[in-house]
């Protein structure tokens, strides 16, 4: 089957990968599509350290086609979108509502590939770049049939990421002030979380103008190419500020830009050794810096929202589907993403 592997040097889309049967407490899902995100870029040029050899991806929907003993929340044929946590569910931490906290679900790569040369790693447990993929039961959330896949394919990173960081770790409430900084895939999704919130005055900042269209539409109600003017608009500052970049001068300014009982919520991606400053007597106010992985998320409970709001028509996906491309044309997937060309590249098989 065809995938798209990291050899440690190169990227190549191949065509005799192979994939196990699901074990006890797993499922096989075949891919239909799945996101680009910068994550999966950020292992190939070693921003994210990971083993290799590796199958890319993180972000997909698809449909079962096997599962393992004791599955029952789903069946084959069933749709389903992937999150990327194999959190054990009897830990502390899940037994907490916290399953991005689960250490099983953080830094354990699977090998459940191979090729001719060997075993290959599973990237985010997931590995969505892939034909077909097994992941853990509890990373298959059902789906209702009627959502194009290529559209539910995002769900799973950049939707539960973004939107999740909205509601569940900053909790933005209605009337908050809000300033996104990047709007990207996960920017965009932010957006959309504090639009839901109900949050009056939101703000995204991205240096490239013709984004200004799209971010009105998630839910910006004002746009900045940088964050020289948000002091004009939110004079006191924000409540919430949001760094979707990855880069510490943008975290510098997240936090410059707090109001008193702010927080600025960390979700780009810096490289793993990066440094970050702020003047600490500017934290006193009860202001705070807040990490987010994956949104805070319970990918089981939140996905399965997240498609319900969209068959409501109250969260968008299709608007972030800007392409899609065969997944033989990564390459070019890969410098439209790289290059901002795209809010999301969807792979397709």
């Known amino acids: 089957m065809r995938g798209v592997v990291f050899d440690g040097e190169r990227v190549r889309v191949v065509d005799d990968l192979e994939v196990r049967d699901p074990g ?34 993180h972000e997909g929907a698809g449909v079962v086609e096997a599962v393992g003993e004791g599955v029952t929340h ?53 590995s969505a ?5 097994v992941v853990k039961a509890v990373q298959a959330v059902r789906i209702p049939t009627d959502i194009p896949l290529t559209s539910a394919a995002l769900i799973g990173c950049g939707v539960v990421t973004g ?7 900053a909790r933005v409430d209605r009337g908050d002030s809000v300033v996104v900084i990047g709007t990207g895939g996960i920017g965009l999704n932010v957006l959309q979380g504090a639009r839901i919130a109900g949050a009056l005055r939101i703000v995204a900042v991205d240096a490239n103008p ?13 746009f900045l190419t940088s964050t020289e003017g948000v002091r004009e608009i939110l004079p006191t500052g924000a409540d919430h500020a949001f760094e ?30 990066a440094e970050a ?43 972030l589907v800007t392409a899609t491309y065969p997944v033989e044309d990564f390459e070019k997937a890969a410098q439209d993403a ?12």
């Open 24 to 57: 006890p407490g797993e499922v096989r899902v075949a891919i239909a599509a799945a996101g680009l995100c910068h994550s999966d870029l950020s292992v190939v040029d070693g921003t994210i350290p990971f083993p290799t050899p590796v199958v890319l991806g």
């Open 74 to 126: 789903v069946r084959p044929g069933d749709h389903v979108a992937l999150s990327t946590l194999a959190n054990c569910g009897a830990c502390a931490d899940c037994d907490r509502g916290r399953p991005t906290m689960c250490r099983s679900a953080i830094g354990r790569p699977g090998r459940p590939f191979t090729r001719d040369e060997g075993p290959l790693y599973q990237f985010a447990s997931n």
């Open 163 to 169: 939107v999740g960081a909205a509601l569940n770790r």
């Open 277 to 319: 400053s702020f003047r600490v007597s500017s934290m006193y106010l009860d202001k705070s810096i807040l990490g987010c992985r994956y949104g805070s998320s319970r990918p089981q409970r939140d996905i399965a929202l997240y498609a319900e709001l969209y068959r409501e028509g109250r969260l968008l996906l299709d608007e």
């Open 129 to 133: 770049f892939a034909e077909r993929t």
């Open 210 to 222: 013709d984004k200004e269209a799209v971010a009105r539409r998630f839910g910006a109600t004002h």
């Open 338 to 349: 790289r290059e901002g060309r795209v809010a999301r590249a969807v792979l397709t098989f």
């Open 244 to 273: 979707c970049v990855g880069r510490v001068e943008l975290i510098r300014q997240a936090v410059d830009l707090l109001d008193r009982h702010g927080q600025a919520v960390l979700l780009g991606v810096p490289p793993a050794t």
